[in-house]
């Protein structure tokens, strides 16, 4: 899995790239065929407070690409709700691909 963190008027520190590869690790847990992400995290300039650090991902498994942004007060939280998002996704793509709704095999009698 080719990991990529980056920061837009931001500096990514050692302990915030621990805390997000940590969080992805739930991802790689759920779905292993994830080949790709991409995680962006940004200070916006707004004039309001809230929601003003932002973090996106871009993640490419296995016949799919998934993005999701998520954007809170605090860059920690930011990052939960978007682990949050993305783990949703991957596993309603896990779902769709295993299909469990195959119809059964007619016997002959």
Excluded: W
């Excluded at 990529?4 to 790689?28: F, M, N, Q």
């Amino acid at each position: 899995m080719n990991l990529t963190i980056s920061g837009h008027h931001l500096e990514v520190t050692p302990a915030l790239r621990t805390y997000v590869t940590g969080k992805l690790d739930r991802i790689t847990r759920h779905f292993d065929q994830v080949v790709d992400v991409r995680v962006l995290l940004s200070i916006e300039n707004q004039t309001e407070k809230e929601r003003r650090q932002k973090a996106e991902c871009n993640i490419h498994v296995k016949g799919s690409d998934m993005f999701a942004e998520s954007a809170h007060q605090d860059m920690y939280a930011a990052v939960d709700e978007l682990v949050d998002k993305l783990d949703r996704q991957v596993v309603r793509h896990k779902d769709r691909l295993q299909n469990h709704h195959h119809e059964s095999p007619k016997r002959l009698m």
